[in-house]
Structure formats: C-alpha cells, structure tokens
C-alpha cells in the first residue's frame, strides 16, 4: 500500500499577465509550473496549456482522467 507521501504530487504555480503593447493589445496569460520534489519548470504561454500539462502528467503516472 502506498504511503500519503507517495501518493502527493507538489507544484508551484505562477502565473501573470505579460505586459500590453498597446491598451487594445490582446492579453497574454504566461506561466511556469515547477515540479517541487523533480525541480523540472515547464514555462507556456496560455492558461489551456496548463491544464494540457497536469493531464499528461497525471496520464503518466496512471491516473486517468475523463469525461
């Protein structure tokens, strides 16, 4: 049976607004999510990116996700 340390799974998660060319410019959401116990940073440019990334990661350890 797996320990609750073995069954958690740490992130940090920043994310911000990327500063605006102009007042009508589109805004850009940028990010980096940083896997706490691996060190690895994943950095994207849009928030479905994010959401892309923490489904292949939990794919990748089994856990599947679904509609």
Same mark, same amino acid.
């Given at each position: 049976m797996k320990?609750?340390?073995?069954?958690t799974h *740490?992130?940090?998660?920043?994310?911000?607004? =990327? !500063?605006?060319?102009?007042k009508? /410019?589109?805004?850009?959401?940028?990010?980096v %999510? =940083?896997?706490?116990?691996?060190?690895a940073?994943?950095?994207?440019?849009?928030l479905?990116?994010? !959401? *892309?990334y923490? /489904?292949?990661y939990?794919e /990748? %350890? !089994? %856990?599947? %996700?679904?509609?």
């Amino acid at each position: 049976m797996k320990t609750s340390k073995e069954n958690t799974h *740490a992130f940090i998660v920043r994310i911000w607004i =990327e !500063s605006q060319e102009t007042k009508d /410019a589109e805004l850009t959401w940028r990010g980096v %999510i =940083e896997v706490v116990d691996g060190g690895a940073r994943v950095y994207f440019d849009h928030l479905d990116k994010m !959401s *892309a990334y923490f /489904a292949k990661y939990l794919e /990748a %350890i !089994s %856990i599947k %996700i679904g509609k």
